[in-house]
């Protein structure tokens, strides 16, 4: 049964088509501060260098503080003042048009009351018209609007100018004359600037349109990696900040497409509050693939500890006890992650609510119980997740990965966290891949100047045993030994609370220069790091 659709104000939807996304909002905000700033910019050099030589003898006509002097230093001071409420506080999209409308009509009777106030008659109907030509073609360029908003307030400014303007002296048929040409003046004026935002406006609208996926569009761009780019969107109808995910126009082949798709349907069985939830997913007419999931407003651990360093231990236990019932989840689905690392990891304080992480990217997911091997889908005899945090069995034999190695990818992050950098470091991908499977790690205590609680610390390298059944038994069991050490317990929610009211802005603007997902041949040995 079909819904109804809901009723839209024709008065209002005007103004919407211009500032519909919270992007569209922000653009035209920009966009009328530029022209703000540009015509400010040239009124007030104008007036400053006619005032100049005035002052110097150059230019006796000019007077500092006749009227039509005064009038065009208010040109300045409109546009200026239209310069300074844009610039940087966020405005609601009301507000914003308010502006463009008042700036706009403002300016235009201060031209044509300019022209009245000029001694000289032919100056006085050449300034005006001189003014509105200029400006409102510059707003028209500038300024974003829909054809039929250009055309209404060109309108009005032509009436105010050609009627303020115009001089009505002289024999009858020469004031007709005059102002028939100071109307033709202004209407090409409007006609040029209704065809400017005609274009302009139907070109941005033809981008919008190229970045609409099914019910969402997009907004901007957040990451982008091996398995495609993840932007922050909106839903048409619930105005929900979504995340989605696209899969490259390039990497469009067969068993790219079906990796994906693979990837949307394992990644939705997933419930656990801390594993990213997936609303929808579809294809576009034109063919590519996408997946929206929830938005998180936070950061990552990759970038966290990169602008802040070693976290401190009550905040590691608390982000992994977290991850360890993402990961246990996927497990007893028999799902193998196989690119667990901090970038991976989101972190983020919601409102009235603990600090919380969620698990993303399965891209590379694989599961182990799947009776029928997907062939086409993850490449035999190949390397697959992220050097720094693979475990050794995924580097020997890739195709025997299991949940231990997930644990392994884990305890790669808890010690990262803790020392703030990572466990093994080299030059090339086969250095570090030689590390893992034959270095012992050393202690995160070692490196850092903080107390690392020893019964942590050794969980963490219980975690990096090369062998699988030395680690522990499963990520439920990786959770329980994390809870018997209490220290979860003092990352208290205050505490969290005021980490993110002072630093949790900073954290997630830093970027992160850590490695990205890469897939090479085992018995490649030229790949470098």
């Not at 519909?20 to 400053?48: M, Y």
């Not at 997930?406 to 590390?435: N, Q, S």
Request: glycine letters at 8%; charged letters at 20%.
């Amino acid at each position: 049964m079909p819904t109804e659709q809901p009723r839209r104000n024709p008065r209002s939807e005007l103004a919407s088509t211009v500032t519909d996304t919270e992007e569209g909002r922000a653009f035209f905000q920009k966009r009328l501060s530029a022209f703000g700033l540009c015509v400010f910019l040239l009124a007030g050099v104008t007036w400053l260098v006619m005032s100049s030589a005035y002052l110097a003898g150059f230019f006796p006509q000019h007077e500092l503080f006749a009227p039509a002097s005064l009038l065009h230093l208010t040109n300045a001071l409109i546009t200026g003042g239209l310069w300074l409420v844009t610039r940087s506080k966020p405005l609601d999209a009301r507000v914003l048009h308010a502006l463009d409308i008042a700036a706009s009509v403002g300016l235009f009777a201060v031209w044509g009351a300019t022209g009245a106030a000029i001694p000289d008659p032919a100056a006085g109907r050449f300034v005006p018209l001189l003014a509105f030509v200029l400006g409102f073609l510059a707003r028209a360029i500038v300024v974003p609007s829909t054809p039929r908003r250009t055309l209404r307030i060109g309108v009005v400014g032509a009436l105010l100018v050609v009627a303020f303007g115009t001089r009505f002296d002289g024999p009858i048929e020469a004031r007709i004359g005059m102002s028939m040409g100071a109307a033709c003046w202004a209407a090409s004026a409007v006609t040029i600037a209704t065809l400017a935002s005609y274009t302009i406006y139907g070109l941005r609208r033809e981008v919008q349109k190229a970045r609409v996926f099914g019910q969402y569009t997009l907004e901007s761009k957040i990451g982008e990696g091996g398995m495609g780019a993840v932007w922050r969107a909106s839903h048409a109808l619930l105005r929900r900040p979504t995340a989605v995910k696209l899969l490259p126009p390039e990497a469009m082949s067969d068993a790219a497409i079906r990796r994906f798709e693979r990837e949307v349907q394992l990644t939705a069985r997933l419930t656990h509050p801390n594993t990213v939830a997936i609303y929808d997913y579809g294809r576009t007419r034109d063919g590519i693939f996408y997946y929206a999931m929830e938005l998180i407003e936070g950061t990552d651990l990759e970038r966290l500890v990169a602008a802040h360093g070693p976290l401190p231990p009550e905040r590691v236990a608390h982000l992994l006890i977290q991850v360890c019932g993402a990961l246990g989840e996927a497990h007893d689905l028999g799902l193998v992650h196989r690119d667990v690392k901090p970038a991976n990891v989101l972190v983020a304080m919601r409102q009235h609510e603990h600090e919380f992480s969620k698990l993303v990217d399965f891209g590379l997911v694989k599961s182990v119980k799947s009776e029928t091997p997907e062939l086409g889908l993850t490449a035999t005899n190949a390397l697959t997740g992220t050097p720094l945090y693979l475990s050794p069995e995924a580097i020997q034999d890739p195709d025997s990965v299991n949940a231990q190695s997930d644990l392994y990818a884990l305890g790669a992050v808890a010690w990262y966290l803790l020392a703030g950098r990572p466990v093994f470091e080299g030059r090339t991908v086969v250095e570090v891949c030689a590390l893992h499977l034959h270095e012992a790690p050393r202690r995160p205590s070692e490196l850092v100047a903080s107390e690392v609680p020893a019964e942590l610390e050794a969980i963490v390298l219980s975690c990096l045993a090369k062998k699988p059944e030395a680690r522990p038994d499963g990520a439920r069991a990786l959770r329980e030994l994390l809870q018997g050490t209490g220290l979860a317990e003092r990352w208290t929610q205050s505490r969290a609370e005021d980490w993110w009211r002072v630093s949790g802005r900073h954290a997630s603007q830093v970027e992160a220069s850590g490695p990205r997902t890469i897939a090479v041949a085992v018995d490649d040995r030229a790949a470098s790091a």
